[in-house]
């Protein structure tokens, strides 16, 4: 995860981050909760160079923005996804809490942002690229809204993989115990050059979009 800088020298504030992809070396196989994305086991991923493949997500926020838009490798898209509202949701929760514990914390939480972003390699063909966003995208409103700490228990309420897209090198999502989701996270076990010989390749056969998302494929191929 490469993070931007807040510019907030005009009438808007951005931030711009890249996010990478994760290859699944132990896959998760379903959800014991679909609202909060809580798998019915752990997971291990290998994380990508970002020089090869990654998201790029840049976050604006302004007063004079009249509501939150999103456009998505340079096409508009619904803002009002449930996975996205929640995201968006968390992440002003948790901006408000930090500015009522600690005055002045942020005095963006009036406005509304615009999201643009991007990835370098095909959406939807199966290379996580919803992980990618989605870790990119909490990854820049937490900077833009000044949210510390981790915040991969969010990006993993917009894509369950995003999580593990929030760290390099080999990463673990947690199964975690607690109802509310809040011990799922990622964590990183072993950094990218634990194992230095590893390559990975990827052949594009086919460039025809996915008609189902993996979620919906792991739904119906869940086993155990």
């Given at each position: 995860?490469?993070n931007g800088r807040?510019?907030?020298?005009?009438?808007?504030?951005?931030?711009?981050?890249?996010a990478?992809?994760?290859?699944a070396?132990?896959?998760?196989?379903?959800?014991r909760?679909?609202?909060?994305i809580?798998p019915i086991?752990?997971?291990?991923?290998?994380?990508l160079s970002?020089?090869q493949l990654?998201?790029r997500?840049?976050?604006?926020?302004?007063?004079?923005?009249?509501?939150?838009?999103?456009w998505?490798?340079?096409?508009?898209?619904?803002?009002d996804t449930?996975?996205?509202q929640?995201?968006?949701g968390?992440?002003?929760?948790l901006?408000?809490?930090?500015k009522h514990?600690?005055?002045g914390?942020?005095d963006l939480?009036?406005c509304c942002v615009?999201?643009?972003?991007?990835n370098?390699?095909?959406?939807?063909?199966?290379l996580?690229?919803?992980a990618?966003g989605?870790?990119?995208?909490?990854?820049s409103?937490?900077?833009?809204?000044?949210v510390?700490?981790?915040?991969?228990?969010?990006?993993?309420?917009?894509?369950g993989?995003?999580?593990?897209?929030?760290?390099?090198?080999f990463?673990?999502?947690i199964m975690g115990?607690?109802e509310?989701?809040?011990?799922?996270?990622a964590?990183?076990v072993?950094?990218?050059?634990?194992?230095?010989?590893?390559?990975?390749l990827?052949?594009a056969a086919?460039?025809?979009?996915?008609w189902n998302?993996s979620?919906?494929?792991?739904?119906?191929g869940?086993?155990v």
């Amino acid at each position: 995860m490469e993070n931007g800088r807040a510019n907030t020298k005009s009438a808007v504030s951005r931030v711009t981050c890249t996010a990478p992809v994760n290859i699944a070396v132990i896959k998760y196989w379903g959800k014991r909760d679909e609202q909060l994305i809580l798998p019915i086991n752990p997971s291990l991923s290998v994380t990508l160079s970002q020089d090869q493949l990654c998201a790029r997500t840049t976050v604006a926020a302004s007063v004079d923005f009249k509501k939150d838009c999103i456009w998505l490798n340079g096409q508009e898209q619904s803002i009002d996804t449930p996975r996205l509202q929640k995201c968006l949701g968390e992440i002003r929760r948790l901006a408000r809490k930090r500015k009522h514990e600690k005055e002045g914390a942020s005095d963006l939480l009036g406005c509304c942002v615009h999201i643009c972003s991007e990835n370098n390699f095909p959406t939807a063909a199966g290379l996580a690229s919803s992980a990618a966003g989605y870790a990119c995208l909490v990854q820049s409103l937490a900077r833009l809204f000044n949210v510390d700490g981790d915040v991969s228990h969010i990006a993993r309420q917009g894509s369950g993989s995003a999580c593990r897209s929030m760290y390099g090198g080999f990463v673990e999502w947690i199964m975690g115990e607690m109802e509310d989701g809040s011990d799922s996270v990622a964590k990183q076990v072993a950094p990218a050059d634990h194992w230095p010989e590893l390559r990975v390749l990827i052949v594009a056969a086919c460039m025809v979009v996915l008609w189902n998302g993996s979620w919906v494929r792991w739904k119906t191929g869940r086993t155990v």
